[in-house]
């Protein structure tokens, strides 16, 4: 899941397949999925061309598919 519009960014675990992501951007024109996509790359320590939205590009439920 992901909030956007915060004071504070982060990635908190949920369970062993969600998280939750917390971006300061808005979400417009792609900035908050390309803060998601940054953050959650420092997260896991890959590539940012390693983390790709697989569904819900225009939702806060993001399927997100990280290649190691």
Known sequence: ?????????????????HFEVVVKESPEKGRANAAVKELLAKHFKVA??????????????KIIKINY
């Open 48 to 61: 940012k061309s390693m983390v790709e939205i697989k569904a819900g590009h225009t939702a806060k439920q």
């Open 1 to 17: 899941k992901v909030k956007t519009g915060a004071k504070a960014e982060g990635v908190e675990k949920i369970d062993e397949n």
